[in-house]
């Protein structure tokens, strides 16, 4: 008989640092114990899962024809490739047999918040999604140096607008509120000089290649957080990575991604950050004991709950009949990826448990379970198909509510799925 | 920005409302709803958030002060690209609609509001301004108090929207929201065993009874809305507008809702900023003033009152890119048959500045206490943390 709070600790394991369980996998998991499943899913290695996978081409656009017909198809395509650019991320992170950098990807994806609404090409944010998969687990301090070079970020916080006659001053705050220091962390002399030391800097909007103009740069010295010197945006972006209130950040924004975004993080859980490698930090929050204490539930986003169900149903997104129709479901839930709200990325907890966000779930499961595989349910007997239902998609405990309700559905497997993954114990992460 | 954008870790924290909404029945809510519409006379606060920043100084333009024209020598609006309403201060010029408000005296407009040492992040501001409390950091929205002092009615706040706005979230009861394209349930035995979901439990978190409550919900506000959004679907162009027509059917239907919340998002100008304000101006203008003309033809004619605010003004000076950095104070506006219109409080000097930034005014709780004394009949001292000043800008009922 396994322990009640392994289950939990292993639910929690495989949707908040993997993207739920494939068929079968929690179960196996459990078998083996915490110590080797938490190995498992915390590990870097080659991932037979995206194998398969063709990355589609997301050529450079151009600018815009003249002409309305070549404008027309100009723009559907670049419609086109928004989609695809997102189904293909989504595929990585359903196929994936070691979900973890596609997880931790999806974080930073949150946290260097970069929308493709005002961005528009495809071809940018893709190149930004490939930086942020190569630094996931690297240090921060290079990620940090590759994000301001970053042509989607830049145009997205009006750097190509910020030069030194006339400074912006979108990136310089945003940078220090948002993606490295936390507010009230700085002042507003220091969002000021900040955005003259990121002056400078070109992007292709349809290319997202940037390029440096030394004229268009501010080449005096200026104070940024007490330091006085010139500064380009790799030596800003280090000097302010540098400071330790990066350090206290950056693992509090893990923190309440991953275990709890109303308790908070012990004090010293910066201290593994002191070089800015995120592996340590990431590491120690799986293993911190807050994963087994029973008030540290977190809700699933739209997009982790619809990866976590294509993934236990065997669904590959761009393989769905209608990709129009999944982004139609996710963006009315409120989240499609490479699109968020704002720079300060999405909503958590309760923002997405919503009476409307519940209508569309409901639709969007069923559309999922048509197009999916249910074996873990129909190769049991109706005795035991709830139960299985529990250990198919990785849910420590069905509450006795949830129960009644599955065993109402149990001479109809496909029922049975669609009322689980609707179910408050899936939708929320115990 | 966009709703739900919030830095506050504790700001959606509303423990128990969902465990109480699972409580009530399908049936018990749809029989609430037609049993007790909302009486007529009952007045409806309708709150407008403009996420982003809007640019005050080119909503309601100082256009004759040398200070404008020289701090934005390519964007600012001269005189024929405005509709003055005095001496000194004219509207956009794409907010005739808001000028005919003007001229009917159904349009207030507060200058210079905003509260002690504004907060120039979109994130701190806008939470600032929907938990209601400039000084001490708390948790809930302040429409989100007003529903913590009154029985739990999933009614009674309602967004129009996927995702909770921050100001209907309370400590205890949160506000509902609905797509713009209404709810649609299931319905035979799917229903059945999907309401038993919605059953709350003893074995239920906070978030597992939300998540429960969530799909309750769904049923009971579904059950009462559907007939009515069903039979008159959004017909207008513009996000704010469709937004507002659903808030127009809802209340032409005696839905028992005193609070509604839309938003309109894309004000964070920071380049090009002419070509995307005025036409977002110009949209909150027509929305708000073709709303005001729908349910000015019913019997709930004097019983509306809309107010539309946002995080922050914007910089005098514009920068590089002809855009604007984030500011401080700007004008927020009221809007309805009961409202007596005109200026409060006093334009800002463009020159006289306070770190930089136009000088605060009006303290925004000066608004929102008239809100909730004047149009909702609540306590503001309670609801705003002891706050005891507010504008008259609701005309008593004789």
Not at chain 1, 91 to 109: C, G, I, N, Q, S
Not at chain 1, 240 to 264: C, D, G, K
Not at chain 2, 99 to 115: E, P
Request: glycine fraction near 6%.
């Amino acid at each position: 008989m396994t322990a009640a709070s392994d289950r939990l600790e292993l639910s929690r394991l495989v949707h908040r640092f993997g993207l739920g369980p494939k068929p079968g996998e929690y179960l196996q998991l459990l078998a083996g114990g915490i110590p080797q499943a938490r190995a498992k899913i915390l590990a870097r290695r080659s991932d037979p899962g995206l194998n398969a996978l063709v990355t589609p081409p997301f050529p450079t656009m151009g600018q815009a024809p003249s002409d309305p017909t070549a404008s027309a198809a100009y723009w559907k395509e670049v419609y086109d490739q928004s989609v695809s650019v997102a189904m293909w991320w989504m595929d990585r992170m359903v196929l994936a047999d070691y979900p973890f950098v596609e997880r931790m990807t999806w974080f930073w994806h949150g946290h260097w918040a970069t929308s493709i609404s005002k961005v528009t090409y495809a071809l940018p944010m893709k190149i930004q999604n490939d930086t942020l998969r190569t630094h996931a687990l690297g240090n921060f301090k290079d990620m940090s140096r590759a994000m301001v070079r970053d042509g989607a970020l830049i145009f997205w916080l009006d750097g190509e607008e910020n030069v030194a006659y006339s400074p912006n001053e979108n990136l310089g705050r945003e940078f220090m509120e948002l993606f490295t220091l936390g507010v009230g962390n700085y002042s507003q002399s220091d969002v000021h000089q900040a955005a003259l030391g990121f002056t400078g800097y070109n992007v292709d909007q349809t290319s997202g290649a940037v390029t440096f103009d030394p004229k268009l740069h501010d080449n005096d010295k200026v104070s940024v957080l007490g330091k006085r010197q010139v500064f380009d945006a790799v030596t800003l972006s280090d000097w302010i990575v540098s400071r330790p209130e990066n350090a206290t950040f950056i693992a509090r924004r893990l923190w309440f991604r991953f275990i709890s975004s109303s308790i908070e993080p012990p004090a010293s859980l910066s201290k593994v950050f002191e070089n800015r490698d995120i592996s340590p930090l990431i590491n120690s929050i799986a293993r911190n004991p807050a994963m087994r204490r029973p008030q540290y539930s977190q809700a699933k986003s739209p997009v982790e709950w619809f990866v976590s169900a294509c993934r236990a149903l065997r669904v590959t997104p761009s393989k769905l009949p209608s990709s129009g129709a999944v982004s139609w479901y996710l963006d009315s839930m409120g989240q499609f990826p490479f699109n968020p709200p704002s720079v300060g990325g999405w909503p958590y907890d309760e923002a997405w448990l919503t009476a409307a966000a519940t209508q569309y779930r409901i639709n969007l499961a069923y559309y999922l379970v048509q197009n999916g595989h249910i074996d873990a349910l129909t190769s049991v007997p109706k005795s035991k198909m709830v139960q299985a239902a529990a250990d198919w998609l990785g849910v420590a405990q069905w509450s006795v509510r949830t129960e009644r309700s599955l065993n109402q559905a149990v001479s109809d497997s496909a029922r049975l799925a669609l009322l689980a993954l609707n179910a408050p114990e899936y939708l929320v992460n115990a | 920005m966009s709703p739900c954008d919030f830095n506050r870790r504790q700001f959606l924290k509303y423990t128990g409302a969902a465990t109480i909404a699972a409580t009530l029945s399908m049936q018990d809510v749809a029989q609430a709803a037609s049993v007790t519409p909302l009486p007529l006379g009952t007045p409806i606060l309708v709150i407008v958030t403009l996420y982003g920043g809007n640019d005050g100084l080119n909503t309601v333009v100082p256009y004759l002060d040398p200070a404008y024209l020289s701090n934005r020598p390519d964007m600012s609006l001269d005189a024929s690209e405005v509709i003055p309403l005095s001496d000194s201060l004219a509207l956009n010029g794409t907010m005739t609609g808001f000028a005919s408000l003007w001229t009917a005296n159904k349009l207030a407009i507060v200058l210079g509001t905003s509260y002690p040492n504004p907060n120039l992040s979109h994130f701190s501001s806008m939470a600032i301004w929907q938990s209601g409390s400039p000084i001490e950091e708390i948790s809930s929205g302040w429409i989100g108090r007003y529903l913590d002092s009154l029985p739990r009615d999933p009614f009674r706040a309602i967004g129009v929207g996927s995702t909770l706005t921050p100001l209907l979230a309370g400590d205890h009861r949160v506000g509902s929201m609905v797509p713009i394209s209404g709810l649609q349930v299931p319905n035979g035995s799917l229903a059945t065993q999907l309401e038993l979901l919605a059953v709350s439990s003893t074995q239920d978190s906070e978030l597992i009874a939300d998540a429960a409550g969530s799909v309750g919900d769904l049923f009971s506000l579904s059950s009462t809305l559907t007939p009515v959004l069903q039979n008159a679907p959004p017909t207008s162009a513009t996000p704010l507008a469709q937004q507002l027509d659903v808030v127009a059917n809802m209340i032409t239907a005696n839905v028992p809702t005193r609070v509604y919340s839309v938003s309109l998002s894309g004000f964070d100008t920071h380049a090009d900023e002419l070509s995307q304000q005025n036409v977002l101006v110009g949209q909150v203008s027509d929305a708000i003033t073709a709303f005001l003309t729908q349910v000015g033809t019913t019997a709930r004619a004097n019983d509306v009152v809309v107010m539309v605010y946002s995080e922050f003004g914007r910089r005098v000076e514009a920068n590089g890119g002809e855009g604007t950095d984030h500011g401080t104070s700007a004008p927020v506006f009221v809007a309805g048959n009961r409202v007596a219109g005109g200026f409060y409080g006093e334009q800002p000097s463009l020159t006289n500045l306070v770190q930089g930034d136009l000088a605060v005014v009006v303290d925004f709780r000066d608004v929102y206490a008239s809100m909730l004394e004047d149009v909702l009949g609540a306590d503001a001292d309670k609801i705003l943390n002891n706050w005891s000043t507010k504008l008259d800008l609701i005309t008593p009922v004789s």
